[in-house]
C-alpha cells in the first residue's frame, strides 16, 4: 500500500511494479490526486485531503471487528493498548465515510486487504504529515500497522523517509551529534518572522549551503524581505536561484558529478560513496573546499584541512563499529550496509523508545481540514517527474505555472481549460494557467512545486507560515480561491 504518493516517486518504478504485478503483488494508491502512480497499480482511492488519520482508525475498526487481531501480542509489544484499542472502538465507520469521502464499502476493502494479503508494507510518502496534527496521522497509521500484524516481518512494515542517521544511533553518533549542535536554532519553516523578531543578539549573517529556503519555505515575500535587511548574504550554489538572487556573495560550487562525498539514502539504510565524473566546471568548488579556505582566513585551517577522503572517514567514524568507512566503501564498491543494523526492523518485538515496546496512540485530537467559501480549494503541492523540489532550469519557466482543476472547480470560478487566472489565498496571490483535469477532486487544486519566485512561478507566496507539531511546515493545510483574470473591456 502506499500512501498520498508523489508523481515522481513512483514513475521510475514502473516496470518493477508490472513484474510485481505478475507475481500476484498487489499495489493500492491511496492518494487525493490520481497521480501517474495509478497507472501501474492495481488500485486507486481518492479520499479527502488531510484525512488519512481517519482511515487509519476506521480500518483499525473493521479489523477488530471482522479479523482475528493478536490482543494478546499487542499487550506483549505495546504501551496504552487499552486507551488505543477503545478510541478505535469508538470510531464510526459512517462518520470516516462522511469525512473521507470514501465508501464503508471501500473502507471495509482496504483494512481487510491489508490484513489478509501479508506481509504488506505501507509507503507513506511525503505530506501526510505536513499539517498541524500530522503527527497524529504518521502514529495512527504506524499503529495499524503494528496492530495488523503487518510489523516486525519481512516485506512488511510502514515507512516513511527512512533516514539512516536516525536509524543507525551509535553512542559515538550521539555524542557527535551532541558535540556539534549550535548554540541558536531558528525554525526554517517560518523563517521570515524567525530573522525578524531574533533580536538577542540580531541576525546580522546568513550563509546558505545546500539549500534554497527562500524558494522552498513558507511565505516567500516575508523571507526575501527578512534577508535584505541583514549585513552579509552567502550563497553556495550552481545557479542562481531565488536565495542567490537574495545574496550580497554568490560561489559556484560543484554537483554531484564533480566531488567525492558520503550518501546516505532518503528510504533504506545502505552507505553509499559518491565518487566524480567529471572535472569541476570553471571555478566551481565543493562545499568542503571553500569551507577549508574560509577556515583558513579565519585562523583555523589546520582543523578543516583534509582530503575529502580523510573528511569521509572522520564523517563516517561513529559508523566504525558497523563496518563503514572510506576504504571500506571504496574496496565494497561504493555500497555497504552497515553491519548489525538488522534487514526487518522490530522483528523482535523490540521499538526505538525508552521502554523498548510501541507507544500507541491514545488520542485524536480531530481538528478537520476544510476549506470555507472563500477559499473553497484546497491546495496540494505537486512533485513532478521533471524535477526534484525547485531543480528547474530557468529555460523551463518561461510560461505560467500549471494549475490543475476540475471541471467542476473551473466552471465555478469562470475559467477555461489554458486560460490565464490567478489562485488567491489570505497570504498572498499567484498568476497561473488553467489545466482542466478531469480526474480531479472539485475541492483541489493541484500546483507543481518549486517554480521560482523571480519568475512569477513559486506556490510558496500562498502558504501560511504554519508549524507542524514540531517546528515542520505544514505545507498541505492551504486553501485557495481560483479566480478569473479577464476583464471585460469598456464599449
Given at each position: ?41 492495481d488500485h486507486a482511492v481518492h479520499p479527502r485531503p488531510g484525512t488519512d488519520g481517519l482511515l487509519a482508525l476506521g480500518m483499525a475498526h473493521v479489523l477488530l471487528e471482522r479479523r482475528p487481531v493478536d490482543l ?187 566531488e567525492e562525498d558520503l550518501v546516505p539514502s532518503y528510504g533504506h539504510h545502505w552507505m553509499q560513496l559518491m565518487q566524480p565524473v567529471a572535472r569541476p566546471l570553471g571555478e566551481s568548488r565543493s562545499d568542503l ?203
Amino acid at each position: 500500500m502506499g500512501t498520498q504518493s508523489r508523481r515522481h516517486e513512483h514513475s521510475h518504478d514502473a516496470r518493477a511494479q508490472g513484474g510485481a504485478g505478475a507475481r500476484r503483488t498487489r499495489h493500492i494508491v491511496i492518494d487525493p490526486v490520481r497521480t501517474k502512480s495509478a497507472r501501474y497499480v492495481d488500485h486507486a482511492v481518492h479520499p479527502r485531503p488531510g484525512t488519512d488519520g481517519l482511515l487509519a482508525l476506521g480500518m483499525a475498526h473493521v479489523l477488530l471487528e471482522r479479523r482475528p487481531v493478536d490482543l494478546d501480542r499487542l499487550a506483549t509489544i505495546g504501551e496504552r493498548v487499552d486507551a488505543y484499542l477503545g478510541l478505535v472502538r469508538a470510531t464510526s465507520l459512517d462518520e470516516v465515510a462522511r469525512r473521507t469521502d470514501l465508501s464503508r464499502a471501500t473502507i471495509e476493502w482496504l483494512a481487510l486487504e491489508y490484513f489478509d494479503r501479508k506481509p504488506a508494507t505501507i509507503l507513506e510518502g511525503v505530506g501526510l504529515q505536513q499539517y498541524t496534527k500530522g503527527h497524529q496521522t504518521c502514529q495512527l497509521i504506524a499503529a495499524l500497522g503494528v496492530l495488523s500484524g503487518n510489523v516486525g516481518i519481512p516485506g512488511g512494515g510502514v515507512n516513511m523517509m527512512n533516514w539512516p542517521w536516525r536509524a543507525i544511533r551509535t553512542p559515538q553518533l550521539q555524542a557527535e551529534a551532541a558535540r556539534t549542535s549550535p548554540p541558536r536554532t531558528l525554525p526554517v519553516s517560518r523563517l521570515g518572522e524567525a530573522l525578524a523578531s531574533a533580536t538577542d543578539p540580531p541576525v546580522t549573517t546568513a550563509f546558505f549551503m545546500q539549500s534554497n529556503l527562500v524558494n522552498q519555505m513558507p511565505d516567500t515575500p516575508a523571507i526575501k524581505t527578512a534577508l535584505s535587511g541583514l549585513e552579509f548574504v552567502i550563497c553556495l550554489d550552481q545557479f542562481l536561484t531565488d536565495t542567490a538572487e537574495t545574496a550580497h556573495l554568490f560561489l559556484p560550487t560543484t554537483t554531484f558529478l564533480e566531488e567525492e562525498d558520503l550518501v546516505p539514502s532518503y528510504g533504506h539504510h545502505w552507505m553509499q560513496l559518491m565518487q566524480p565524473v567529471a572535472r569541476p566546471l570553471g571555478e566551481s568548488r565543493s562545499d568542503l573546499s571553500i569551507l577549508q579556505g574560509l577556515a583558513e582566513r579565519l585562523g583555523f585551517g589546520p582543523g578543516m584541512a583534509g582530503s575529502a577522503g580523510e573528511w569521509i572517514d572522520e564523517a563516517s567514524r561513529p559508523l566504525r563499529a558497523a563496518g563503514i568507512g572510506y576504504s571500506a566503501l571504496k574496496a565494497a564498491g561504493g555500497r555497504l550496509w552497515p553491519e548489525g543494523q538488522p534487514r526487518v526492523p522490530w522483528a523482535n518485538g523490540r521499538f526505538a523508545t525508552p521502554s523498548g515496546r510501541f507507544v500507541f496512540p491514545d488520542r485524536f485530537d480531530d481538528e478537520p481540514v476544510l476549506p470555507t467559501a472563500e477559499f473553497p480549494l484546497h491546495l496540494i503541492a505537486q512533485a513532478t517527474a521533471d524535477a526534484m523540489n525547485s531543480q528547474i532550469l530557468e529555460a523551463d519557466q518561461d510560461d505560467l505555472v500549471i494549475a490543475e482543476v476540475s471541471p467542476i472547480a473551473a466552471e465555478r470560478a469562470g475559467v477555461t481549460d489554458g486560460e490565464r487566472a490567478a489562485l488567491v489565498s489570505p497570504r498572498g496571490r499567484l498568476e497561473v494557467r488553467v489545466a482542466i483535469e478531469p480526474t480531479l477532486r472539485s475541492d483541489t487544486v493541484v500546483v507543481p512545486k518549486g517554480g521560482w519566485y523571480k519568475h512569477g512561478r513559486n506556490m510558496n507566496v500562498l502558504v501560511e507560515p504554519r508549524f507542524t507539531a514540531g517546528t515542520g511546515s505544514a505545507f498541505n493545510q492551504n486553501f485557495v480561491r481560483l479566480e478569473s483574470t479577464l476583464k471585460t473591456e469598456p464599449r
